[in-house]
Nanobody
C-alpha cells in the first residue's frame, strides 16, 4: 500500500498560479504512473493529468491543457501539478493517485478505476 500526501492547495485569484505536490511512500515510486484528479462540490471526480513512471509521457484533460503541467521527481518520490492561469471553474479538491498495479508501462489511465492508491486531497479555491 502506497501512502500519498498532497500539499500546496489554497486560495488564489483568477489568473494566478499554484503548485501542488504529492509525496509518496515506499521505494518503488519510480516504477508506476501517477495521476491528478479533481472533484468539485456536487460533481463526480474528474481526470486532470497523468504522467508515466519515467516522466517521459504525459496526458492532460482538454480543460487544463496548456495551463497545467504535471511533472515528477523520482529521487524525491514526488509528483507535481503546476497550475497557471487559474479560473474559478478550477475550484475543487485535488487528489493525486498512483497506478501501482501496472509497472514500467506508458499506458496512462484517465479514469478513477485505473488507479489503486489515493491521497486525501487538497482544496484549491479560485476567486473571480
Amino acid at each position: 500500500q502506497v501512502q500519498l500526501v498532497e500539499s500546496g492547495g489554497g486560495l488564489v485569484q483568477a489568473g494566478g498560479s499554484l503548485r501542488l505536490s504529492c509525496a509518496a511512500s515506499g521505494r518503488t515510486f519510480s516504477s508506476y504512473a501517477m495521476g491528478w484528479f479533481r472533484q468539485a462540490p456536487g460533481k463526480e471526480r474528474e481526470f486532470v493529468a497523468a504522467i508515466s513512471w519515467s516522466g517521459g509521457s504525459t496526458y492532460y484533460s482538454d480543460s487544463v491543457k496548456g495551463r497545467f503541467t504535471i511533472s515528477r521527481d523520482n529521487a524525491k518520490n514526488t509528483v507535481y501539478l503546476q497550475m497557471n492561469s487559474l479560473k474559478p471553474e478550477d475550484t475543487a479538491v485535488y487528489y493525486c493517485a498512483a497506478d501501482t498495479a501496472a509497472r514500467y508501462t506508458y499506458v496512462l489511465p484517465t479514469t478513477t478505476t485505473g488507479y489503486d492508491n489515493w491521497g486525501q486531497g487538497t482544496q484549491v479555491t479560485v476567486s473571480s
